[in-house]
């Protein structure tokens, strides 16, 4: 127990955070280039929060989040997604008040009690962008764009992107009942969740991931048959913008999120490169939330990219992530006086903005080049009483093992070359 993370957690060690780093810089670079702002808000909100705008009757809620109560005897609950919170701190910061639109963009850790498996993960990581404000379908295309763009910068072309309507409350209404028509029939047969899905929320039956349903499914009605005439001209919008820019779609009508706040556009990004959990982004858009949560008449569209998700994909399609680089140059040091000489001089390089250690083992000098050797330094600099007294270092090129003499005051001088 002590020596083993908890199940469905995942180390992120140093020598595969460089792939973290990669794709965070390209995110960041991107939303900031569409004029995105970061947020950053709490890990853990007051269970209401969620319960609320993921709505009561979603996976996440009924079974997978993480809520305790405090010692304040509050009930609290570990984020399960960003969007709750986003919109929480749009809200409590009266941000509605200023002009719209409001562009955000996070990276979060997401807390989900499920099953982990490849592409699930009990602790995993999103990216995400919001805009709140925006009723135009080009708020849609934006980031539909965004994430592509991402996507494709990230080395990864082969995502198919599936865009449907889930319509508004008006035309939901008809839908469910059709909905609801085609499986009174087959009731008995469908999966115990659906069952209970049935009455309260029959849409997330087309979601299910149970193979008996999913086969029923099939023949059930589309929503987008059911569309009033604003989501239809809606939807016929998003279309007309993500051909303007250029970016394939295929009209999945069976995609219908997860979660209660959508309203018109979801899409969806995924792969079947990376086994069952094959979606790599959802998103859409979300009208009613605001209203919900805080009486606000505010829309809203974002989507959530999984990270862990995003760096398999790369991994399985061979994207080549560049390793960072190696350190510029090892400190080898010889004596008492040398090591202080030593400490000055890589204190100096690093302040100059060379990357340079010293051996903190204190080895001697057979031990402190095969140290070089290992870190790959492209230098290792020999600092002994004989330097000392003329001012000057050995400089060992490492990758051509070649070695000269250098004035200390010339050091940096050489190895910034
Ligand atoms: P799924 O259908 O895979 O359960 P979801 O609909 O629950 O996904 P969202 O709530 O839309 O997922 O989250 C957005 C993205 O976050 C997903 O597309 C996926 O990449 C990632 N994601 C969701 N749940 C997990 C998880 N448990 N572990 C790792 N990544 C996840
Ligand atoms: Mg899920």
Same mark, same amino acid.
């Given at each position: 127990m002590l020596t083993t993370a908890p199940k469905g957690t995942k180390d992120i060690m140093p020598d595969q955070i460089y792939k973290w780093h990669y794709v965070e810089k390209k995110f960041r670079d991107i939303a900031e280039r569409y004029g995105y702002s970061e947020i950053r808000t709490p890990v853990f909100e007051h269970t209401?929060?969620?319960?609320?705008?993921?709505? *009561?009757?979603?996976?996440?809620?009924?079974?997978?989040?993480?809520? $305790?109560?405090?010692?304040?005897?509050?009930?609290?609950? #570990?984020?399960?997604?960003?969007?709750?919170?986003?919109?929480?701190?749009?809200?409590?910061?009266?941000?509605?008040?200023?002009?719209?639109?409001?562009?955000?963009?996070?990276?979060?850790?997401?807390?989900?009690?499920?099953?982990?498996?490849?592409?699930?993960?009990?602790?995993?990581?999103?990216?995400?962008?919001?805009? $709140?404000?925006?009723?135009?379908?080009?708020?849609?295309?934006?980031?539909?764009?965004?994430?592509?763009?991402?996507? @494709?910068?990230?080395?990864?072309? *082969?995502?198919?992107?599936?865009?449907?309507?889930?319509?508004?409350?008006?035309?939901?209404? @008809?839908? @469910?009942?059709?909905?609801?028509?085609?499986?009174?029939?087959?009731?008995?047969?469908?999966?115990?969740?659906? @069952?209970?899905?049935?009455?309260?929320?029959?849409?997330?039956?087309?979601?299910?991931?149970?193979?008996?349903?999913k086969e029923l499914a099939l023949g059930a009605p589309s929503i987008l048959d059911y569309l009033c005439d604003d989501c239809k001209a809606s939807f016929e919008e998003l279309k007309e913008n993500l051909d303007a820019l250029g970016i394939d779609y295929e009209i999945d009508p069976t995609i219908v999120r997860g979660l209660d706040y959508y309203t018109k556009t979801a899409f969806e990004f995924v792969t079947e490169k990376i086994g069952a959990q094959g979606t790599v982004c959802g998103g859409g858009r979300y009208d009613n939330l605001m209203y919900e949560i805080g009486e606000q008449d505010v829309p809203g569209v974002g989507f959530g990219l999984g990270i862990e998700r995003l760096l398999l994909l790369m991994e399985n399609i061979g994207v080549e992530i560049p390793e960072p680089e190696a350190m510029d140059a090892l400190i080898v040091v010889?004596?008492?006086?040398?090591?202080?000489?030593?400490?000055?001089?890589?204190?100096? #390089?690093?302040?100059?903005?060379?990357?340079?250690?010293? *051996?903190?083992?204190?080895?001697?000098i057979k031990g402190q080049m095969k140290h070089a050797d290992r870190l790959g330094v492209r230098y290792a600099v020999v600092i002994g009483d004989d330097e000392i007294l003329n001012g000057e270092a050995q400089v060992r090129d490492m990758r051509i093992s070649e070695q000269m003499s250098v004035p200390f005051s010339k050091l940096y001088e050489k190895l910034s070359k």
């Open positions: 209401e929060l969620f319960t609320r705008s993921v709505g *009561d009757t979603t996976d996440i809620v009924q079974k997978e989040m993480y809520t $305790f109560t405090d010692l304040g005897n509050r009930s609290i609950t #570990l984020r399960p997604e960003g969007t709750a919170s986003a919109v929480r701190a749009f809200l409590e910061h009266k941000v509605y008040a200023n002009p719209q639109p409001t562009k955000l963009y996070y990276e979060t850790a997401c807390y989900r009690y499920e099953k982990p498996q490849s592409g699930r993960l009990r602790e995993f990581h999103q990216f995400g962008v919001e805009v $709140f404000g925006a009723e135009s379908m080009l708020a849609d295309a934006e980031i539909i764009s965004l994430a592509s763009e991402f996507l @494709k910068e990230c080395g990864i072309d *082969d995502l198919k992107l599936k865009i449907n309507s889930v319509g508004c409350p008006v035309c939901r209404e @008809k839908y @469910k009942n059709a909905l609801k028509d085609y499986f009174r029939p087959h009731l008995a047969d469908l999966c115990d969740t659906c @069952k209970d899905r049935f009455e309260r929320n029959p849409m997330r039956i087309i979601d299910c991931k149970s193979p008996q349903d010889l004596g008492e006086d040398a090591r202080t000489m030593g400490l000055k001089i890589t204190n100096e #390089l690093r302040e100059k903005g060379l990357k340079v250690e010293m *051996d903190l083992m204190e080895r001697n």
